[in-house]
Nanobody
Framework: QVQLVESGGRSVQAGDSLRLSCAVS????????MGWFRQAPGAEREFVAT????????DYADSVKGRFTISRADAEDTVYLQMNSLKVEDTAVYYC?????????????????WGQGTQVTVSS
């Protein structure tokens, strides 16, 4: 069974940095497009970042571009999200997701498996 487990979320101050991890079991990470999404209370789940199988192509939401970096360590079956210059608006539950076969990767419906999420809280 495919499982994705996020970790690294915690409470930080605005301007701080944080690195989230997503450990995947049941599938080989190198075979799939991976993504990060986030969801604030009462809000829709929104796209944050995605990375291709080879890691050569990345895409980011405009709200995080220049501050966040997605990467993958296929040998460890892990995907990361490095978050710098965090803002209060970044507060949300962050979810890791696996895209099994979609040609697009910026919509929640593109992804087939999801983790349980990790909470990131940014205070001013």
């Amino acid at each position: 069974q495919v499982q994705l487990v996020e970790s690294g979320g915690r409470s930080v101050q605005a301007g701080d940095s944080l690195r989230l991890s997503c450990a995947v079991s049941g599938r080989t990470v190198s075979s799939y497009i991976m993504g990060w999404f986030r969801q604030a209370p009462g809000a829709e789940r929104e796209f944050v970042a995605t990375i291709t199988r080879g890691g050569g192509i990345k895409d980011y939401a405009d709200s995080v571009k220049g501050r966040f970096t997605i990467s993958r360590a296929d040998a460890e079956d892990t995907v990361y999200l490095q978050m710098n210059s965090l803002k209060v608006e970044d507060t949300a539950v962050y979810y890791c997701a696996l895209n099994a076969n979609s040609w697009t990767a910026i919509y929640p419906s593109d992804y087939d498996y999801w983790g349980q999420g990790t909470q990131v809280t940014v205070s001013s």
